[in-house]
């Protein structure tokens, strides 16, 4: 299995919402396709990767560094013993010359080239990614469906309270029974009021209903905060403090007893292990939401898993950030606690196959080669794009 081409585009995934740190006026993202010469059905099969929201377009990083050490790499250097390329090779090739630490956004242009060579490798074996994982790396087990929550809850431009909870209903009517909001972006006392809003959608119960704040408060607001939602017994609370700052995470633990949530803006394992040593997050309760189309690839992805075995961490405490495909086949071929949902936002990229719909917060996966890029057809039309 050789690759023959590797071509890359960069499209808008722009959305008319803000949170409490940015909006996403000009968002965009990197798409990249890897042709190779392995042909199945009649055609040659080709792996397409993309980045998850959050973070623009590497396309500087892809075109100077990334691509072309990839296409660089001599043949026999990138596959494993049976000639299929080897994600782990390719992830070496692709990181040669590149000091440790410092990870930057070169994490996200290895990130997208590592999902298309794991869309193509599947697709190379004839089986969803998920099934493939599970086969290579979970004794066969796969999860039948995928917990999923609906993320949103922005603060749209002129959105009222009733806006909200008309958007929080719809994803009810979706499938869901939890939903994510954001906050920090308003005084707490506002944002005390829309939380309130919104739990009266979800039955009252807390446990449907996380907030997100998007590193946005310091320690005092973080903790002002967390005292006036403890008592609502929220699923989670989500990245109350800057992302990096794992003292003032250890500090918040130390009185919020309710479930944390954060992790989606480490980009590392070594990151992801910081994290865990310095953070005082509870493995028995928080949530860890590293985003693998954000951070390396799965290949890294597999190395924070092991890293979290290694410090009594159950993979069940992963729920990754991004609401895309690639993500969810590893939730379920590797026995996560689920994935994020965008229902709303980041469309096309957002989302999982058409024909596979949610029921009680659950989503089963597709049986098609690959990540099930094919099975989501708005998806499908951007990358098909790239065919020529
Ligand atoms: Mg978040």
Known sequence: ???????????????????????????????????????????????????????????GLLRERFIPRLKDAKAEDVVDDRGILDPFKCWAAMMKNEKPGGHGERSVAVGVLDMALWDAVAKAEGVPLWRLLANRYNNGQADKTAWVYAAGGYYYPQKDIEGLQDEMKYYLDLGYSTVKMKIGGVPLKDDLKRIEAALKVVGGKGENLCVDVNGRYDLDEALACGDAIAPYGLKWYEEPLDPLDYLLHAA???????????????????????????????????????????????????????????????????????GHQFALNIAVGLGLGGNESYPQVFAPFGGFADACKVVDSRVPMPDVPGIGFEAKNALYAVMKGMLG
């Open 1 to 59: 299995m050789r690759i023959t081409a590797i071509t890359d585009i960069v499209v808008p995934i722009a959305s008319a919402i803000a949170n409490a740190y940015i909006d996403f006026s000009t968002m965009t993202a990197s798409v990249v396709a890897i042709h190779t010469d392995v042909v199945r059905d009649g055609r040659p099969v080709v792996g397409f990767g993309f980045n998850s929201n959050g973070r623009y377009a590497p396309q």
């Open 252 to 322: 918040l633990a130390t009185r919020y007893r309710g479930p944390l949530a954060t992790g989606e803006n480490l980009f590392s394992m070594q990151d992801a292990r910081n994290l865990i040593r310095h953070g005082g997050l509870r493995a028995d309760r928080d949530w860890l939401q590293f985003d693998p189309a954000l951070s390396y690839g799965l290949v890294e992805y597999m190395r924070t898993l092991d890293m979290l075995r290694m410090h009594g961490w159950s993979p069940r405490r992963c729920v990754p950030h991004g």
